[in-house]
């Protein structure tokens, strides 16, 4: 439902409602979480793909906070476990992390300090979950080397 919400540049406040009103009712189920994240891949699908993951990122994490945020910012935990969720060492979990590792680069920095806060996580997780991503990381570090120092910091404080 997420994707419904990136399908224009600015979606209406009605079907934002309508999506976090659905979202907030399945997370509402008793053991919800537990049940989508064991449940994190349905034929070959994720239930929460990379795509989906960083605009709920944007919605969560917004420059100029709307009226919505704080709700996005709720699900957003949860919704983050089931986008992650994996076998270790899978290839379909290499696979994600270096999708991740990508779209937290490019969501770190730019002045949202929450924002490039959750994304500089989600990078560093990429890092565990792939070995692939440190040689990748290798590669850009010196583009963006304020990205990189956020980064060293997060994973300093590990």
């Not at 590669?139 to 990189?148: F, G, H, L, M, N």
């Amino acid at each position: 439902m997420l994707p419904l919400l990136g399908m224009k540049s600015n979606p209406s406040p009605e079907t934002k409602e309508l999506v976090l009103q659905v979202v907030e009712s399945i997370l509402s189920v008793p053991n919800a979480e537990q049940v989508l994240v064991s449940g994190y891949v349905r034929k070959g699908e994720r239930l929460l793909p990379a795509s989906a993951l960083e605009l709920l990122l944007h919605l969560a994490f917004p420059s100029a906070p709307v009226e919505e945020t704080d709700r996005f910012e709720t699900i957003y935990p949860t919704l983050r476990c089931v986008a992650v969720a994996g076998v270790n060492g899978s290839d379909s979990r290499k696979q994600l992390a270096i999708q991740i590792q990508d779209l937290a680069w490019r969501a770190i920095g730019g002045g949202n300090a929450k924002l490039s806060d959750k994304a500089t996580g989600l990078f560093v997780l990429s890092l565990y979950h792939n070995p692939e991503c440190y040689k990748r990381w290798d590669r850009v570090y010196e583009d963006d080397v304020d990205k990189s120092v956020a980064i060293l910091r997060k994973l300093k404080k590990l």
